[in-house]
């Protein structure tokens, strides 16, 4: 499931692992105002709102650096799908090797 807002919505005991996608905050307000046209304040203030960069890090099992380039990217998203993928297999056999 996709809960942007993990953190701040005390949801994370509905999930077995966390990944979270993290860029800097620079690259964070460099997108929004190309994305939104938003003000530099108003993205601040959205950013003060949430959970720390370091607090997301610290919390995840996974991590996926969203700064890099779009085949390294896919080359991090691709392999954690695998994992996923066989923690799903192990889960519903009850048996992990």
Known sequence: ICIPLLFET????F????????????AQIERVQKRDNMTMERIQAIIDSQVSRAFRKA?????????????R???E???LH?????????RDK???E
């Open 10 to 13: 005390n949801m994370s005991h």
């Open 15 to 26: 999930v077995d692992r966390i990944l979270v996608v993290d860029c800097p905050v620079e």
């Open 59 to 71: 919390h995840a099992h996974d991590l996926i650096d969203n700064s890099k380039t779009d085949d």
């Open 73 to 75: 990217l896919a080359e």
């Open 77 to 79: 998203v691709k392999k």
């Open 82 to 90: 695998n994992l996923y993928l066989s923690l799903s297999a192990c």
């Open 94 to 96: 009850l048996v992990c």
